[in-house]
């Protein structure tokens, strides 16, 4: 086989064999599991990014400040494309930028008198009844907006993984350059870290909104830039090589402002202590799952 061959059906396979096997985990949770796992997904994402991504990142750079700044301008450049899936999104009867941040005006004595007596021809059950009603629509309606984020962490998520994929791709090509059998243990490491990563991605794309055939389908064709990384790599190795900090970089402002700004305030809808204490061990446990396939796939190296 020809080393073009090599690096083709290592990032076909290797690509697809992930997102197969996070499609395989996460199909087998239940709506209840998958708000519960996204704890998890914090935790991988998290790991991914200070376990693996960045280190790699600085040493890979020979300018470490300026890789620093990529990750700050990373960041906010996924804070201006949320914004824009937001107003893409935004409705004007429903939409939180339309609601007016306005103090309640204090009740005239007319209004309180009002409250405190019922009109004539009805009683006060029935205003407590109607009441009632009132507030439980509210709350079913506020409950079904916060059920998913219209796509915002899917969209984020996406946009990360398809630089990691992109890296590893390029990380996959360079080791079979060297010696294809570097080029084979590489791409075994690759595949066994990236499936918890990819058991996450799915996970936030569930919890975006998205369904689990569209879910498997935008993972897989996330999964596709590890090709192109590749096949690109062949040909312009040199190249690409001096970008591959700057990507490394801008995959873990993506991964890191999806689980702090999109991911983690979620978590803390539920704040009793049984749920609080389950977050955190999902989340250890998550970045646990990271460091051991970290340590496993270097072991390999």
Same mark, same amino acid.
């Given at each position: 086989?020809t080393?073009? +061959?090599?690096i083709?059906? *290592?990032?076909? #396979?290797?690509?697809m064999l992930?997102v ?5 985990? *996460? ?28 280190p790699h %990142? ?18 906010? $450049? ?7 899936? &937001?107003?893409?999104? /935004? ?24 409250? @405190?007596?019922?009109? $004539? ?5 029935e205003?407590?009844?109607?009441? #009632?009603?009132?507030?439980?629509? +509210?709350?079913?309606?506020?409950? #079904? ?5 219209? =796509? ?7 946009i ?8 590893? =791709? ?8 060297a ?7 590489? #791409? ?19 919890? +975006?909104?998205? +369904?689990?055939?569209?879910?498997f389908? $935008? ?10 990384? =590749?096949?690109?790599?062949?040909? *312009? $190795? ?14 873990? %402002?993506?991964m ?10 979620? &978590? ?8 609080? @204490?389950?977050?955190? /061990? ?8 990271? =460091? ?10």
């Open positions: 086989m080393t073009l +061959s090599w083709l059906m *290592a990032t076909v #396979s290797g690509g992930s197969f096997c996070a499609w395989l985990i *996460a199909k087998r949770a239940s709506a209840a599991q998958v708000h519960i796992l996204i704890s998890y997904a914090v935790g991988a994402l998290l790991g991914a990014v200070f376990i693996e991504l960045l %990142a600085f040493m890979k750079s020979e300018h470490s400040h300026q890789t620093a700044a990529t990750l700050l301008a990373g960041l906010l $450049l996924f804070f201006i494309l949320e914004k824009m899936v &937001l107003w893409r999104h /935004c409705h004007l009867e429903q939409c939180e930028a339309h609601l007016p941040l306005e103090v309640p005006a204090k009740p005239e004595p007319s209004q309180v008198n009002s409250h @405190a007596q019922p009109p $004539l021809g009805s009683t006060h059950g205003t407590s009844l109607s009441h #009632s009603h009132s507030h439980s629509h +509210s709350h079913s309606h506020s409950h #079904s907006e916060l059920s998913h984020d219209n =796509g915002r962490s899917g969209l984020m998520i996406l990360g993984d398809t630089f990691h994929n992109f890296v590893d =791709g390029i990380l996959i090509a360079a080791a079979f350059l010696d294809t059998q570097l080029g084979i243990v590489t #791409s075994v490491a690759i595949i066994t870290h990236e499936v918890p990563q990819e058991v996450s991605n799915f996970l936030i794309l569930i919890h +975006s909104g998205y +369904s689990r055939k569209k879910a389908a $935008l993972n897989l064709l996330s999964s596709g830039a590890m090709v192109i990384g =590749g096949v690109l790599s062949y040909f *312009a $190795l040199q190249t690409l090589q001096q970008w591959v900090d700057t990507l490394i970089a801008l995959a873990s %402002a993506s890191l402002y999806v689980a702090v700004a999109d991911l983690i305030p979620t &978590l803390h809808r539920r704040t009793d202590l049984k749920a609080t @204490a389950e977050q955190v /061990c999902l989340i250890a446990l998550g970045i646990a799952t990271i =460091g051991i396939m970290s340590v496993l796939a270097h072991g390999l190296e």
